[in-house]
């Protein structure tokens, strides 16, 4: 029978085993955490693309994007400028660059004024008449006619990039010239509106397409939308992408932000950091026990709480906030009513609805994100306006 090994004790009374064994327990933890922290370090270090899920930006890969002519356009040694904010936009649209305007739905009459001052050649997808005379230094050049089906459009005109193209299907609105500095292209019918507008007054160069799809990733391969795109944004080196928000309201450029001052590195060790301070709060917390029901000592009903909360915003004369409220409730229930998810963007709001109800998108941009009533009146107003909106979609 062999014998069993003798096991050192210390003074305490301890082992090496039983010492081994109490320090994995204190460490066990701290050891588990530093792991999963290096993990997130190796996993946020790989490279991703950057991409998005907005319409018309050129790092979107979906079918509504533009990532694939903006691709195209930096091999071709383009250099794309993508904002979101009309005060960045017209700081980077120099003289001979290219100013790229996605849609004129979100812009107010200072940044469309801003916009007209800037020396860039401009393009500009499906513009409305104000935009398009405010750009155009000769005044009303064209008038912008109503949108007619998706179809193959030949050229039929002399300009130099609809040349080139050839034909491109397209639908959207038309334009009509109204001078000789107009040229219109790709006419629904011989001698009728045209999908393509271009003014050349020798300052600089506007173009206009009636319909947006043209440069979306899902068109760009049909007929010769692919070749019309490259050329009218490919003129120049550089090209501002400009795809406006329903968040921006001014021209002025903004500053440097806290974001723009830190290192490359600094979100990534904050989430680390706030990722260790979740698990040590979770391992150190103290365990609450099961939830304990009582009688509220009174019962507030919801209708009370709504005109508490309607009574609060009048006597503060809120007007604002008010109509804020109605807009996201409208927008939110309607574009349930649509099929869209909660996460779309205003672009695809606007979209929806205007197709689902048969009015303009301008008049559904400036019903849901236009600027808010200065009074009773004019909230009284708008509510009833929603509410006629949201009638109709919900008729479907």
Request: proline share 5%.
């Given at each position: 029978?062999?014998?069993?090994?003798?096991?050192?004790?210390?003074?305490?009374?301890?082992?090496?085993?039983?010492r081994?064994?109490?320090?994995?327990?204190?460490?066990?933890?701290?050891?588990?955490?530093?792991?999963?922290v290096?993990?997130?370090?190796?996993?946020?270090?790989?490279?991703?693309?950057?991409?998005?899920?907005?319409?018309?930006?050129?790092?979107?890969?979906?079918?509504?994007?533009?990532?694939?002519?903006?691709q195209?356009?930096?091999?071709?040694?383009?250099?794309?400028?993508?904002?979101?904010?009309?005060?960045?936009?017209?700081q980077?649209a120099?003289?001979?660059?290219?100013?790229?305007?996605?849609?004129?739905?979100?812009l107010g009459?200072?940044?469309?004024?801003?916009?007209?001052?800037?020396?860039?050649?401009?393009?500009l997808?499906?513009?409305d008449?104000?935009?398009?005379?405010?750009?155009?230094?000769?005044?009303?050049?064209a008038?912008?006619?109503?949108a007619?089906?998706?179809?193959?459009?030949?050229?039929?005109?002399?300009?130099?990039?609809?040349?080139?193209?050839?034909?491109?299907r397209?639908g959207?609105?038309?334009?009509?010239?109204?001078?000789?500095?107009a040229?219109?292209?790709?006419?629904?019918?011989?001698?009728?509106?045209?999908a393509?507008?271009?003014?050349?007054d020798?300052?600089?160069?506007?173009?206009a397409?009636?319909?947006?799809?043209?440069?979306t990733?899902?068109?760009?391969?049909a007929?010769?939308?692919?070749?019309?795109?490259?050329?009218?944004?490919?003129r120049?080196?550089?090209?501002?992408?400009?795809?406006?928000?329903?968040?921006d309201?001014?021209?002025?450029?903004a500053?440097?932000?806290?974001?723009?001052?830190?290192?490359?590195?600094a979100p990534?060790?904050?989430?680390?950091?706030?990722?260790?301070?979740?698990?040590?709060?979770?391992?150190?917390?103290?365990?609450?026990?099961?939830?304990?029901?009582?009688?509220?000592?009174?019962i507030?009903?919801?209708a009370?709480t709504?005109?508490?909360r309607?009574?609060?915003?009048?006597?503060s004369?809120?007007?604002?906030?008010a109509?804020?409220?109605?807009?996201?409730?409208?927008?939110?229930?309607?574009?349930?009513?649509?099929?869209l998810?909660?996460?779309?963007?205003?672009?695809?709001?606007?979209?929806?609805?205007?197709?689902?109800?048969?009015?303009?998108?301008?008049?559904?941009?400036?019903l849901?994100?236009?600027?808010?009533?200065?009074?009773?009146?004019?909230?009284?107003?708008?509510?009833r306006?929603?509410?006629?909106?949201?009638?109709?979609?919900?008729?479907?």
């Amino acid at each position: 029978m062999r014998a069993q090994p003798r096991r050192a004790v210390v003074g305490d009374g301890t082992t090496a085993r039983t010492r081994a064994r109490g320090r994995w327990r204190r460490w066990r933890w701290p050891l588990a955490l530093a792991s999963l922290v290096a993990i997130v370090a190796v996993a946020a270090a790989l490279p991703q693309p950057v991409t998005s899920s907005v319409a018309l930006a050129p790092d979107n890969p979906a079918g509504t994007g533009a990532r694939a002519v903006a691709q195209i356009l930096g091999r071709q040694g383009v250099e794309i400028r993508y904002v979101r904010t009309s005060g960045e936009a017209v700081q980077a649209a120099v003289a001979g660059s290219t100013l790229l305007v996605t849609g004129s739905a979100l812009l107010g009459d200072d940044q469309v004024e801003a916009i007209a001052a800037t020396e860039a050649d401009l393009v500009l997808l499906d513009p409305d008449a104000y935009l398009l005379d405010a750009v155009t230094t000769a005044g009303e050049v064209a008038d912008v006619a109503p949108a007619a089906g998706s179809s193959v459009r030949q050229a039929e005109c002399a300009d130099d990039d609809a040349a080139t193209a050839g034909s491109i299907r397209t639908g959207g609105a038309g334009y009509l010239a109204r001078t000789p500095d107009a040229v219109v292209c790709f006419p629904a019918v011989a001698g009728g509106a045209g999908a393509y507008l271009a003014v050349d007054d020798g300052a600089r160069r506007v173009v206009a397409l009636g319909d947006r799809s043209i440069l979306t990733n899902d068109a760009l391969t049909a007929e010769g939308n692919a070749a019309l795109a490259l050329r009218v944004l490919g003129r120049h080196e550089a090209l501002t992408w400009y795809v406006p928000s329903s968040t921006d309201f001014g021209t002025e450029a903004a500053g440097p932000g806290t974001s723009d001052l830190l290192p490359p590195w600094a979100p990534v060790v904050g989430l680390q950091l706030l990722l260790v301070a979740a698990v040590a709060a979770v391992w150190r917390g103290r365990r609450l026990g099961r939830l304990v029901t009582e009688p509220l000592p009174v019962i507030v009903r919801a209708a009370e709480t709504t005109r508490g909360r309607g009574r609060l915003y009048r006597r503060s004369r809120v007007y604002g906030h008010a109509a804020a409220a109605l807009r996201a409730g409208t927008a939110s229930r309607a574009a349930a009513r649509v099929g869209l998810p909660r996460t779309a963007g205003a672009h695809a709001v606007i979209d929806a609805l205007a197709a689902a109800t048969g009015r303009r998108t301008d008049d559904v941009a400036a019903l849901l994100y236009g600027p808010p009533p200065t009074d009773d009146a004019g909230l009284e107003l708008l509510a009833r306006r929603l509410d006629d909106l949201e009638s109709e979609v919900h008729h479907l």
